[in-house]
């Protein structure tokens, strides 16, 4: 099959890789519909997590069930599916908990290179959920952000707390920021306010839901969502990038008893014990459960009831994929699909 | 009157000072029953804060009230009262989300030296509390408590989101941490763990309701832990410490989506904001909104459901103040309660 590999920070290829098999008597093996760029890949990209020998990539991903191993007892061939990027047993205590990312049993399904025409998906069972019936083609964006972009942003929202009337702020505009605003809204958030600085972003942060724009950053990005907010920070805040300055932003953006959520991996992000005490503020995320999430996003999505499909700007046949991931990483694109 | 006076490091005097009187119309005047030595006030004591003129202390206080200014409307004189360490408004936004340590108009009390035969308290409306009727003596001890630090205790569990069924983890066998036992206790908790190495406090936190002791530390007491929680880790973590060891004690004590809740001003602690990620844990807490559980401590206090004054092994009268400091200091006392 054809499959994207990372050779070098900037080096993307299409190649032929060996078919996935079925290891495990839990794994599935997956035809993959749609897959994507994520942010997370452009830290590989850019060198910033180094490569050291060429590497599939890629954990986002939807498609039909094409095998299913002998212990595999939900999921059939044929079935239209969607996982998260943690493959997890949903049965442990942390799984029932809702923290299927922490899953006791839990592996990296994008070690096998989502972006691909195949992908084995481990513990099939417990990681991978069917939509009603097979998509419309035209259901394949929105699904597949399901997968993790949505999920993700969907976390940050309830990591930090969102309720119906709450005053959300979202630092970040990337897709899992934009998705962000979309989860807020469609957990009740009265107010949303997006720190951004790009138009086509804030038109993309409008559709999606956002009320008010931020464009300055600091001490002026502070005091101009303090004045938003009736002198007294937010409710919410979804962090959804993973800098120092990013979670700063975050944590003096909320009100004292408000929260902030992080689900961006952070990168040399020290906190200060004193000022995240003295501020009051709450604050929850890691990396996202998705798998808790989706069954309620299918269900969403299914019913037209969202359409976070939006915030793919770019759609290439998967031998483009380098495309792709120039174009995300010089920031033309938000977020970039790729079609086997 | 007389009050004590922090000169330098290990230099507590108690002299006369200036009777307090009303400067604004919002002010009260008490007259000082019971006041006491805070683990806080060693900051000071130990030069770690340090001090460069005289320095009245104290900011743990109950009695009756002598005065009022002119524009108070709840409290009168002659009422038996507790306040907190912060002076709040009760009406600002902060106050009501329950945050009244964050309060707009918030001021310290403590300011005006507690550990004396008289206090000025502003904002006395949104700021004291009075009890159903004038105290037996032998309730002074656990009404004493409800100023700090069992209020303090209390949003510990708050914080770190005991509820009934909870495991929690209790870091720290001080005044706090001991009262943190009683509240997880009160708030549902069926199994405390506390750390502690000191034999007399780990039979108080037993009385409180501490189920499991762990006398270790670092890599071995969140082994310990594990093992007393099915390898999970705890629901609800109380940090009632302050240092960067107990901070990560805490951290890695707590289960994926539990809670750590934060209650001890933080010294010199950072946290990295991967582990932070990494852990799935929920950090709260900060400088305790104790106004926000006063009505309900004093009344399991005047119900004599909850007995938080035996957390006092030391009882003085204020003149010899400075014997109070030494004990604490030397850890030989928990908590000196202090008699005007």
């Known amino acids: 099959m054809r499959g994207v590999v990372l050779h070098a920070p900037g080096d993307v290829r299409v190649e032929h890789r060996n078919d996935p098999a079925i290891i495990d008597p839990t794994d599935a093996i997956i035809r993959i519909s749609a897959t994507c760029v994520c942010g997370s ?34 999921i059939r061939p044929g079935q239209f599916v969607i996982g998260s990027f943690t493959a997890s047993d949903n049965t442990c205590p942390h799984c029932l908990a809702g923290y299927q990312s922490s899953c006791e049993h839990r592996q990296y399904v994008g070690a096998g290179g989502a972006q691909a025409e195949a992908l084995r998906v481990p513990l099939a069972d417990g990681t991978l959920v069917a939509t009603p019936g097979l998509p419309d083609d035209e259901l394949l964006p929105s699904l597949l952000t399901a997968s993790d972009v949505l999920g993700t942003g ?36 009265e107010r949303i306010i997006v720190m951004s600085r790009h138009e086509s972003r804030q038109k993309l942060a409008r559709v999606f839901g956002a009320t008010d724009i931020v464009t300055e950053r600091g001490d002026d990005g502070v005091a101009q969502i303090k004045e938003l907010t009736a002198g007294l920070g937010a409710d919410a805040v979804l962090e959804c990038v993973g800098t120092g300055e990013s979670f700063e932003q975050a944590l003096r953006s909320a009100r004292p008893g408000g929260g902030v959520g992080i689900v961006g991996l952070p990168h040399g992000v020290t906190v200060s014990g004193r000022d995240l005490f003295l501020s009051h503020v709450r604050v929850a995320g890691g990396p996202a459960p998705v798998r808790r999430f989706l069954p309620e996003l299918i269900e969403l999505i299914w019913e037209g009831r969202i359409d976070p499909g939006q915030v793919f700007d770019l759609a290439l046949p998967l031998d483009r994929a380098a495309d792709g991931y120039a174009a995300m990483d010089s920031r033309r694109a938000v977020k970039a699909l790729l079609r086997p």
Chains 1, 2 share one sequence.
């Open 41 to 74: 890949d452009l830290w590989d990209y850019r060198g910033i997590h180094p490569v050291k020998d060429p590497m599939p990539i890629g954990h986002e991903y939807c498609g039909i069930v094409e095998e299913v191993g002998a212990e595999v007892t939900t």
């Open 154 to 189: 969907w976390f940050a929202a309830v990591a930090a707390g969102v309720r119906p009337g709450s005053t959300a702020v979202v630092v970040g505009d990337g897709a899992v920021g934009l998705l962000g605003v979309l989860s807020a809204r469609q957990l009740g958030a």
